[in-house]
């Protein structure tokens, strides 16, 4: 099964709206979150990096303000698009590094993605 | 020059021939690399990593590693219709805990 779990897998919002993106780690301890997006045929780009506990570290030209990251426990990181705009419209993705429970050793997992699409 | 430099492609091959991918990268004090696959629409899945120089083997898939020439690929044998994804080369800067930078990714098309 899944050791990171993101909901919801597609969400379309009207422009100007809120989505939140949720991230769950599942016997996983996620010490690190890490939030890309990825437009069509484009690779993926990172947006930040999260600490549990601590404020996200965002990557230049994201705007911090607009994307709000959530990092309050090892087992849930969560992704706000404010105001979204349809130049929002895009895949995000989040990737968890940390300890595996039932594993040995740093890993890094990925989420299934949202598909995001602002009208 | 970008981090982590792919072929776009796209990069066909006959189903049965063997698929090579490769990927350079800038870091020279890089750790980690991985190969990932990612279906359209899908989330990018784990095929390999690599951590030392030479050649490590997994099934189908074999990863090869030049720290020297800043140079890492991915043969596929027996390339199947399933494998036709885009392959993303990504790499790991030197610290433990630090994302993953990730080529645009190389389009393999297997015919059948």
């Known amino acids: 099964g899944a050791v990171v779990s993101q909901h919801p897998s597609w969400v379309i919002c009207k422009s100007g709206t809120s989505v939140k993106i949720e991230c769950r780690s599942l016997?996983?301890?996620?010490?690190?979150m890490f939030w890309y997006r990825q437009f069509p045929k484009q690779s993926l780009m990172l947006m930040a990096t999260s600490n549990e506990g601590s404020k996200a570290t965002y990557e230049q030209g994201v705007e911090k303000d607009k994307f709000l990251i959530n990092h309050a426990s090892l087992t849930l990181s969560t992704l706000t698009v404010t105001s979204a705009h349809p130049e929002d419209s895009s895949f995000y993705i989040c990737?968890?590094?940390?300890?595996?429970?039932?594993?040995?050793?740093?890993?890094?997992?990925f989420g299934e993605g949202s598909w995001l699409t602002v009208v | 020059q970008k981090e982590v430099e792919q072929n776009s492609g796209p990069l066909s091959v006959p189903e049965g021939a063997i698929a090579s991918l490769n990927c350079t990268y800038s870091d020279r004090g890089s750790q980690s690399f991985f190969w990932y696959r990612q279906y359209s629409g899908k989330s990018p899945e784990l095929i390999m990593s690599?951590?030392?120089?030479g050649d490590k083997e997994d099934g189908r898939f074999t990863a090869q590693l030049n720290k020297a020439s800043q140079y890492v690929s991915l043969l596929i044998r027996d390339s199947q219709p399933s494998d036709s994804a885009t392959y993303l080369c990504?790499?790991?800067?030197?610290?433990?805990?630090?994302?993953?930078?990730f080529g645009k990714g190389t389009r393999l098309s297997v015919i059948a």
């Open positions: 990504a790499v790991m800067r030197r610290v433990v805990n630090t994302p993953l930078v």
């Open positions: 016997d996983f301890q996620a010490t690190t």
């Open positions: 990737s968890a590094s940390g300890i595996h429970l039932l594993g040995a050793g740093n890993t890094i997992y």
């Open positions: 690599i951590y030392s120089n």
